[in-house]
């Protein structure tokens, strides 16, 4: 079974459009991520959820929002996509060991927007 | 702020060759130290992990010791396989409460191994 799984792995669309990402973890994990990869492999958070508080990068355009429906979900939605939101995004989700979260990372799914 | 600086790659060696790939933090407080590894077209997967100073992490033949005094961790192995090409990502985990452990990741370095 698939720990983080993402839905779609590919999707292309054009600038303008409004796009989800869906992520969802079947292991128990308190603890959501989204973490954007850009064409250079640079990976930066974007968001870190729990079921008490939501911690946006501050540097993660408005038009980003993070939306989770349950625990086992946190869903990636995107409004008035522009050409630099193309990226690969990961969906992680993690687990308290002591002081230490241990995430895990979903596939990613692949964005283009032309 | 807290960052993360690996060596620059690519980095390529022949089979069986000893690996390095240098990493090194800026960090307040304790971090937890991590190596991610990421294969062609995959997600991330955790390679290993130290959570407090003079830990080592170790796993696959790969190992990493968490240095406070040069506040580093450097990432090891003996005698690299062909399949371990792959791209190798450093990363600290912000532990302090309220933080929830984003990871703050280096650049990445990608290893090419040669038969």
């Known amino acids: 079974d698939t720990a983080v799984s993402q839905t779609p792995k590919y999707l292309v669309t054009q600038m303008g459009n409004d796009k989800s990402i869906k992520c969802e973890q079947n292991?128990?994990?308190?603890?959501m991520y989204w973490y954007k990869q850009d064409s250079k492999k640079f990976l930066k958070i974007m968001f870190s959820?729990?079921?008490?508080?939501?911690?946006i990068n501050e540097t993660v355009p408005n038009r980003f929002s993070p939306k989770s429906p349950d625990k086992a979900h946190l869903n990636l939605h995107i409004n008035s996509l522009e050409l630099g939101d193309s990226a690969v995004y990961f969906c992680a989700s993690s687990l308290l060991r002591g002081h230490t979260y241990e995430q895990y990372f979903g596939p990613g799914t692949r964005l283009t927007v032309t | 702020g807290n960052s993360v600086t690996q060596m620059e790659g690519p980095v390529t060696l022949s089979e069986e060759a000893f690996l390095t790939i240098n990493c090194t933090y800026t960090a307040t407080g304790y971090p937890s130290l991590f190596w991610y590894v990421q294969y062609p077209g995959e997600g991330l997967q955790l390679l290993l992990k130290?959570?407090?100073?003079?830990d080592k992490g170790s796993n696959k033949g790969f190992e990493a010791t968490y240095r406070k005094e040069t506040t580093s961790f450097h990432l090891e192995k003996g005698s690299v396989q062909v399949s371990d090409s792959a791209v190798y990502f450093c990363a600290l985990s912000e532990d302090y409460g309220g933080s929830q452990g984003n990871l703050i990741f280096g650049k990445g370095t990608k290893l090419s191994v040669k038969p």
């Open positions: 130290a959570t407090k100073a003079d």
């Open positions: 959820y729990n079921n008490k508080e939501l911690i």
């Open positions: 292991l128990g994990h308190d603890t």
